[in-house]
Protein backbone atom coordinates (compact mmCIF):
# COMPACT_ATOMS: atom_id res chain seq x y z
CA UNK A 1 0.00 0.00 0.00
CA UNK A 2 2.60 2.00 1.26
CA UNK A 3 4.95 1.58 -2.26
CA UNK A 4 1.02 2.22 -4.27
CA UNK A 5 0.70 5.61 -2.55
CA UNK A 6 4.45 6.34 -3.51
CA UNK A 7 4.29 6.03 -6.70
CA UNK A 8 1.13 7.63 -7.12
CA UNK A 9 2.89 10.78 -5.25
CA UNK A 10 6.17 10.29 -7.58
CA UNK A 11 3.34 10.32 -10.83
CA UNK A 12 1.56 13.26 -9.31
CA UNK A 13 4.55 15.26 -8.12
CA UNK A 14 5.88 14.14 -12.12
CA UNK A 15 3.15 15.86 -14.40
CA UNK A 16 2.22 18.86 -11.81
CA UNK A 17 6.43 19.63 -12.69
CA UNK A 18 5.69 19.26 -16.47
CA UNK A 19 2.75 20.96 -16.33
CA UNK A 20 4.26 23.89 -14.66
CA UNK A 21 7.26 23.99 -16.45
CA UNK A 22 5.51 24.26 -19.47
CA UNK A 23 2.89 26.87 -18.89
CA UNK A 24 4.87 28.81 -15.78
CA UNK A 25 6.80 31.46 -18.54
CA UNK A 26 3.12 32.37 -19.49
CA UNK A 27 2.05 33.00 -16.16
CA UNK A 28 5.43 35.17 -15.85
CA UNK A 29 4.76 37.26 -18.59
CA UNK A 30 1.03 37.72 -18.43
CA UNK A 31 1.17 39.24 -15.23
CA UNK A 32 4.54 41.34 -16.25
CA UNK A 33 2.37 42.44 -19.49
CA UNK A 34 -0.82 43.13 -17.27
CA UNK A 35 0.89 45.39 -14.89
CA UNK A 36 2.54 46.89 -17.85
CA UNK A 37 -0.83 48.11 -19.07
CA UNK A 38 -1.76 48.60 -15.47
CA UNK A 39 0.66 51.32 -14.97
CA UNK A 40 1.73 52.96 -18.14
CA UNK A 41 -1.11 52.75 -20.37
CA UNK A 42 -4.65 51.93 -18.38
CA UNK A 43 -5.13 55.88 -17.91
CA UNK A 44 -4.05 56.63 -22.00
CA UNK A 45 -6.98 53.79 -22.54
CA UNK A 46 -9.48 55.33 -20.58
CA UNK A 47 -8.77 58.84 -22.06
CA UNK A 48 -9.45 57.17 -25.61
CA UNK A 49 -12.45 55.88 -24.67
CA UNK A 50 -13.66 59.25 -23.41
CA UNK A 51 -12.39 60.77 -25.97
CA UNK A 52 -14.76 59.19 -28.72
CA UNK A 53 -17.50 60.93 -26.85
CA UNK A 54 -16.46 63.99 -29.09
CA UNK A 55 -16.76 62.15 -32.67
CA UNK A 56 -19.79 61.28 -33.96
CA UNK A 57 -18.79 57.76 -35.08
CA UNK A 58 -22.81 55.71 -34.54
CA UNK A 59 -22.06 52.43 -34.52
CA UNK A 60 -18.58 52.35 -35.12
CA UNK A 61 -18.45 53.61 -31.79
CA UNK A 62 -19.39 50.30 -30.75
CA UNK A 63 -16.53 48.73 -32.45
CA UNK A 64 -13.80 50.57 -30.86
CA UNK A 65 -16.01 50.41 -27.67
CA UNK A 66 -14.84 46.84 -27.85
CA UNK A 67 -11.43 46.81 -28.67
CA UNK A 68 -11.01 49.64 -25.82
CA UNK A 69 -12.44 47.26 -23.41
CA UNK A 70 -9.88 43.96 -24.29
CA UNK A 71 -7.41 46.12 -23.57
CA UNK A 72 -8.11 47.57 -20.14
CA UNK A 73 -6.01 45.74 -17.53
CA UNK A 74 -9.09 45.98 -14.83
CA UNK A 75 -10.84 43.79 -13.19
CA UNK A 76 -14.60 43.83 -13.62
CA UNK A 77 -15.14 45.59 -10.11
CA UNK A 78 -12.47 48.33 -11.17
CA UNK A 79 -14.34 48.16 -14.93
CA UNK A 80 -17.69 49.19 -13.58
CA UNK A 81 -16.65 52.23 -11.40
CA UNK A 82 -14.53 53.30 -14.89
CA UNK A 83 -18.11 52.79 -17.18
CA UNK A 84 -19.88 55.17 -14.14
CA UNK A 85 -17.71 57.52 -14.48
CA UNK A 86 -17.63 57.26 -18.44
CA UNK A 87 -21.54 57.26 -18.35
CA UNK A 88 -21.45 60.53 -16.11
CA UNK A 89 -19.68 61.75 -18.71
CA UNK A 90 -21.89 61.70 -21.50
CA UNK A 91 -20.40 57.99 -23.18
CA UNK A 92 -23.63 56.01 -24.46
CA UNK A 93 -25.23 52.87 -23.41
CA UNK A 94 -23.99 51.00 -26.44
CA UNK A 95 -20.60 51.86 -26.17
CA UNK A 96 -20.66 51.02 -22.47
CA UNK A 97 -22.13 47.43 -22.73
CA UNK A 98 -19.63 46.68 -25.63
CA UNK A 99 -16.87 48.12 -23.49
CA UNK A 100 -17.83 46.29 -20.36
CA UNK A 101 -18.74 43.31 -22.12
CA UNK A 102 -15.46 42.36 -23.76
CA UNK A 103 -13.66 43.48 -20.72
CA UNK A 104 -15.25 41.12 -18.27
CA UNK A 105 -14.28 38.51 -21.43
CA UNK A 106 -10.76 39.41 -21.88
CA UNK A 107 -7.82 41.78 -20.82
CA UNK A 108 -4.19 41.78 -22.10
CA UNK A 109 -2.92 39.48 -19.13
CA UNK A 110 -5.09 36.38 -19.66
CA UNK A 111 -4.21 37.22 -23.60
CA UNK A 112 -0.88 36.12 -22.74
CA UNK A 113 -1.83 33.38 -20.44
CA UNK A 114 -4.18 32.22 -23.29
CA UNK A 115 -0.86 31.64 -25.84
CA UNK A 116 0.01 28.28 -23.85
CA UNK A 117 -3.40 27.35 -25.28
CA UNK A 118 -1.87 27.41 -28.99
CA UNK A 119 -2.18 30.63 -31.63
CA UNK A 120 -5.64 29.14 -33.04
CA UNK A 121 -7.28 29.07 -29.47
CA UNK A 122 -5.79 32.34 -28.97
CA UNK A 123 -7.35 33.86 -32.02
CA UNK A 124 -10.60 32.29 -31.53
CA UNK A 125 -10.74 33.83 -27.81
CA UNK A 126 -9.81 37.03 -29.08
CA UNK A 127 -12.09 37.50 -31.81
CA UNK A 128 -15.09 35.98 -30.11
CA UNK A 129 -14.62 38.11 -27.29
CA UNK A 130 -14.69 41.07 -29.45
CA UNK A 131 -17.69 40.22 -31.38
CA UNK A 132 -19.05 39.32 -28.21
CA UNK A 133 -18.49 43.05 -27.08
CA UNK A 134 -19.72 44.20 -30.35
CA UNK A 135 -22.92 42.06 -30.43
CA UNK A 136 -23.91 43.50 -26.63
CA UNK A 137 -23.62 47.44 -27.86
CA UNK A 138 -25.62 46.68 -30.73
CA UNK A 139 -28.45 44.43 -29.16
CA UNK A 140 -28.62 47.63 -26.07
CA UNK A 141 -28.21 50.55 -29.46
CA UNK A 142 -31.65 48.41 -31.28
CA UNK A 143 -33.76 47.72 -28.30
CA UNK A 144 -32.82 50.02 -25.85
CA UNK A 145 -31.85 53.00 -27.76
CA UNK A 146 -34.44 55.34 -25.43
CA UNK A 147 -34.83 53.53 -22.34
CA UNK A 148 -31.83 53.22 -20.01
CA UNK A 149 -30.57 50.16 -19.27
CA UNK A 150 -27.50 50.15 -16.74
CA UNK A 151 -28.01 51.73 -13.20
CA UNK A 152 -24.22 53.24 -11.89
CA UNK A 153 -25.93 55.21 -8.81
CA UNK A 154 -23.99 52.87 -6.44
CA UNK A 155 -20.04 53.09 -8.00
CA UNK A 156 -18.14 55.71 -7.70
CA UNK A 157 -14.41 56.28 -9.16
CA UNK A 158 -12.24 53.36 -8.04
CA UNK A 159 -9.42 54.47 -5.86
CA UNK A 160 -6.21 53.45 -7.93
CA UNK A 161 -3.76 51.59 -5.92
CA UNK A 162 -0.72 52.68 -8.62
CA UNK A 163 0.01 55.73 -6.73
CA UNK A 164 4.08 55.55 -6.02
CA UNK A 165 5.66 58.81 -7.62
CA UNK A 166 8.27 56.06 -8.93
CA UNK A 167 7.37 54.36 -11.61
CA UNK A 168 9.85 51.14 -11.31
CA UNK A 169 8.34 50.57 -7.56
CA UNK A 170 4.72 51.41 -8.72
CA UNK A 171 5.52 48.72 -11.48
CA UNK A 172 7.16 46.08 -9.16
CA UNK A 173 3.98 46.79 -6.57
CA UNK A 174 1.62 45.91 -9.27
CA UNK A 175 3.42 43.08 -10.47
CA UNK A 176 3.46 41.73 -6.80
CA UNK A 177 -0.40 42.31 -6.35
CA UNK A 178 -0.57 40.60 -9.69
CA UNK A 179 0.71 37.43 -8.04
CA UNK A 180 -0.54 37.68 -4.73
CA UNK A 181 -3.77 37.35 -6.76
CA UNK A 182 -3.57 34.97 -9.71
CA UNK A 183 -0.54 32.54 -7.77
CA UNK A 184 -2.93 30.50 -5.75
CA UNK A 185 -5.35 29.94 -8.85
CA UNK A 186 -2.66 29.24 -11.10
CA UNK A 187 -1.31 26.47 -8.60
CA UNK A 188 -5.02 25.32 -8.38
CA UNK A 189 -5.43 25.03 -12.20
CA UNK A 190 -2.19 23.06 -12.13
CA UNK A 191 -2.81 20.42 -9.65
CA UNK A 192 -6.89 19.92 -11.01
CA UNK A 193 -5.20 19.34 -14.57
CA UNK A 194 -2.51 16.44 -13.07
CA UNK A 195 -5.66 14.89 -11.33
CA UNK A 196 -7.80 14.87 -14.73
CA UNK A 197 -5.22 13.61 -16.69
CA UNK A 198 -4.61 11.00 -13.85
CA UNK A 199 -7.84 9.50 -12.83
CA UNK A 200 -10.13 10.75 -15.63
CA UNK A 201 -10.14 8.81 -18.87
CA UNK A 202 -8.87 10.06 -22.53
CA UNK A 203 -12.39 8.46 -23.57
CA UNK A 204 -14.40 9.83 -21.28
CA UNK A 205 -12.96 13.14 -21.81
CA UNK A 206 -13.84 12.94 -25.90
CA UNK A 207 -17.37 11.68 -24.75
CA UNK A 208 -18.19 15.17 -22.92
CA UNK A 209 -16.33 17.66 -24.89
CA UNK A 210 -14.88 15.65 -27.60
CA UNK A 211 -16.48 15.70 -31.64
CA UNK A 212 -18.41 18.59 -33.43
CA UNK A 213 -21.15 17.39 -31.51
CA UNK A 214 -23.50 19.87 -29.74
CA UNK A 215 -23.31 18.07 -26.52
CA UNK A 216 -19.68 18.99 -26.21
CA UNK A 217 -20.29 22.89 -26.53
CA UNK A 218 -23.26 22.35 -24.02
CA UNK A 219 -20.85 20.16 -21.41
CA UNK A 220 -17.82 23.09 -22.21
CA UNK A 221 -20.11 25.99 -21.87
CA UNK A 222 -21.73 24.40 -18.30
CA UNK A 223 -18.02 23.34 -16.77
CA UNK A 224 -17.24 26.97 -17.60
CA UNK A 225 -20.05 28.18 -14.61
CA UNK A 226 -18.80 26.65 -11.45
CA UNK A 227 -15.04 25.90 -12.44
CA UNK A 228 -13.72 29.40 -13.49
CA UNK A 229 -12.36 31.27 -10.63
CA UNK A 230 -9.45 33.14 -12.06
CA UNK A 231 -8.25 33.13 -15.81
CA UNK A 232 -4.95 32.30 -15.49
CA UNK A 233 -5.90 29.10 -13.06
CA UNK A 234 -8.09 27.94 -16.05
CA UNK A 235 -5.30 28.23 -18.65
CA UNK A 236 -3.71 24.54 -17.11
CA UNK A 237 -6.84 22.92 -17.42
CA UNK A 238 -7.93 23.80 -20.60
CA UNK A 239 -4.39 22.56 -21.82
CA UNK A 240 -4.68 19.38 -20.54
CA UNK A 241 -8.54 19.06 -21.70
CA UNK A 242 -7.54 19.82 -25.01
CA UNK A 243 -5.04 17.34 -25.47
CA UNK A 244 -7.40 15.24 -23.76
CA UNK A 245 -9.96 15.01 -26.72
CA UNK A 246 -11.91 18.53 -26.20
CA UNK A 247 -12.78 20.07 -29.14
CA UNK A 248 -11.86 23.37 -30.11
CA UNK A 249 -15.41 24.89 -29.60
CA UNK A 250 -16.13 23.33 -26.79
CA UNK A 251 -12.91 24.94 -25.48
CA UNK A 252 -14.26 28.55 -27.10
CA UNK A 253 -17.33 27.97 -25.31
CA UNK A 254 -16.01 27.24 -22.05
CA UNK A 255 -13.95 30.52 -22.33
CA UNK A 256 -16.96 32.76 -23.18
CA UNK A 257 -19.33 31.21 -20.54
CA UNK A 258 -16.46 31.34 -17.44
CA UNK A 259 -15.76 34.83 -17.36
CA UNK A 260 -19.06 36.14 -17.89
CA UNK A 261 -20.31 34.02 -15.29
CA UNK A 262 -17.85 34.11 -12.50
CA UNK A 263 -19.65 34.51 -9.25
CA UNK A 264 -17.41 38.17 -8.55
CA UNK A 265 -18.69 39.31 -12.03
CA UNK A 266 -22.33 38.58 -11.69
CA UNK A 267 -23.03 39.69 -8.13
CA UNK A 268 -21.59 43.36 -9.79
CA UNK A 269 -23.05 42.39 -12.98
CA UNK A 270 -26.72 42.22 -10.56
CA UNK A 271 -26.16 45.88 -9.23
CA UNK A 272 -25.74 47.66 -12.20
CA UNK A 273 -28.45 45.67 -13.96
CA UNK A 274 -31.34 44.87 -11.74
CA UNK A 275 -33.35 41.70 -11.76
CA UNK A 276 -34.68 41.76 -15.59
CA UNK A 277 -31.72 43.07 -17.29
CA UNK A 278 -29.42 40.76 -15.77
CA UNK A 279 -31.59 37.58 -16.70
CA UNK A 280 -31.27 39.09 -20.62
CA UNK A 281 -27.53 38.80 -19.64
CA UNK A 282 -27.14 35.69 -18.91
CA UNK A 283 -29.22 34.50 -21.47
CA UNK A 284 -26.96 36.60 -23.95
CA UNK A 285 -23.82 34.84 -22.78
CA UNK A 286 -25.09 31.38 -22.70
CA UNK A 287 -26.56 31.55 -25.90
CA UNK A 288 -23.56 33.12 -27.72
CA UNK A 289 -21.04 30.91 -26.05
CA UNK A 290 -22.88 28.11 -27.42
CA UNK A 291 -23.54 29.86 -31.22
CA UNK A 292 -19.89 30.34 -31.20
CA UNK A 293 -19.08 27.06 -29.83
CA UNK A 294 -21.26 25.36 -32.75
CA UNK A 295 -19.57 27.47 -35.33
CA UNK A 296 -16.07 27.05 -34.54
CA UNK A 297 -16.79 22.93 -34.56
CA UNK A 298 -18.41 23.55 -37.94
CA UNK A 299 -15.20 25.55 -39.51
CA UNK A 300 -11.99 24.01 -37.98
Known sequence: MIDIIEREGIYLWYYFELQLRFIFNYWIIGMALGSFVSVFLKDWIHHAFLSL??????????????????????????????????YKSGIKEDWLAAFMMSSILLNPQLIMY??????????????SCFICGILAGLLLRIFYKNHMFFNFSH????????????????????????????????????ALSVLFQRYVSPDLMITMFGGNKAWGVLMGAAVGVPLYACGGGTIPLLQGWLSEGMSIGSAAAFMLT????????????KIILGTRHFIYYLIFVILYALLIGLIVNMII
Not at 56 to 79: E, K, R, W
Not at 155 to 180: C, Q, V, W
Request: proline fraction near 4%.
Open 258 to 269: GPSTKITNLGAM
Open 114 to 127: SVALGWKNLMIRIV
Open 53 to 86: GQYQLGIFGIIAASILGILSPLCMYGTIPIAASF
Open 155 to 190: FNEPISHDTDANLSIRYLKNFGRNIKATGLYFLIGI
